[in-house]
DNA sequence: TAGCTGTTTTCTGTATACGGTTTAACGGGC
DNA sequence: GCCCGTTAAACCGTATACAGAAAACAGCTA
């Protein structure tokens, strides 16, 4: 029997798909510090487990190790366009994969999510349209055939969710979001790679339009801070 | 002072990349068990830090644990098959993004290597061409201003160069691989995005047929093995 | 000789302990 | 009242020890 990771079922993997799983639904506090003792002592274990998986979460990206206990990193603007350029190149050819093994169970869960995401949009509650938008995609990326593919995608999502949460408190985003999920379930029900390709692509273009022009907004009504650095220009500049 | 991973300077950091070392430059036998017990001996040191860098060398895929010891990978044609993929996604876009910010220091570092791999190539030097082939992407790759993009890269490189080791013993990949290089250079030295994007694009596909070609060849000579499944037909197909 | 079974070895996972370093709090001087 | 040096606490990295599981091995049986 090959692992590719330590026991399915240690206590380090535990703990840590615990706090994964915090993280993912940004259920910490954006200050809060992981201490590898408190989080011993709260599972009852000795600090070894609780640091093993504080490390693994910190060497993916979860977390970042200050000196003083582990937080949930701060993203700058720059980061999320990184993030958002590599989900540009793998999200759509990944779903168009799985466009092709989408069986009966997975439809039935992209429907579910899809109406749960209405739901939430209807009723403007963020945290559920997260958690509808997650069940959603884990239900496709569920059906990608490479792994290694969709596990990539899988933690360049994550890193970017605890910032749309404050996104999705924009109606105009969920509207986006919304219509998104849409047609992309849509296009996932015809198992069309095309469709679901192209519109991926639209998908991710709107999200990523509606998060950085939000977050204009709310820099616009702050007191103008210090002049960002305008060296970065890799991004949504195509090839030209 | 933030950081992402554990300090910089601690003893499992040292470990953990001269291990990664290693295993990037083949240097480790296919079937050698890496145990934190030896290591820690080998390096003077406990076991916890030889057992956290293995953890993480394992975690990011340079190595799988076994119930007994830690190994390299034993990828299938699958598995590499995956690993091009993603790479074919990635490397075209990213190259090109680099391509705006080559600087004679990294102008030279280029040349260098491909004259180093030309040299190996004449040579019929397999083990040379992989450290030339390495050099030439990490001078590209330090460009790249999404290090996210960059990291994800490199990692992905690594876990198919095991293989390649294997591959570039015939003389028509090392031409192949050696042709893909220049192109490249040439158009990273003219600082032509769109040219890098489309040079890495044939590169890829070219370094990806020669590998399933030799790979064919290899198995042809072999006792026909148990017959391989032939379900997965994701890659190489485009989307139509 | 092949297969089964009990024993030993090997390796992992976890617990506990210690030392060093950074941070934050506190108190004295300006 | 504010700044700066000192001190105490917090937290991390590492070392050592122990228990349990899996593989290897040897001996036994057929």
Redesign the pocket.
Known sequence: ?I?H???R??????IYLELRGKVQRSEVAADF??????I?NEY?????????A??RLANEGYLV??????MVPRLSLDDIRDVFEVRRLLEPRAAANAARHIDHATEQELTRALQEASLAARRNDAGRMILANIAFRQAWLAKVRNRRLADTIGRFVDHAQTVRLRTLQTESTRTVVLNGLAALHAAFLRRDPIAVNDRMVAFMAAAEDAFFSTRETELADKPPSVARSATRYDHNEGLS
Not at 9 to 14: K, N, P, Q, V, Y
Not at 65 to 70: I, V
């Open positions: 029997m692992r990771l330590p026991r079922d240690s206590l380090s993997e535990r510090r992981f201490v590898d003792v408190d011993a009852g274990t000795s600090r070894m487990p609780a640091r093993e504080l490390l190790g200050t000196t003083r206990g582990f």
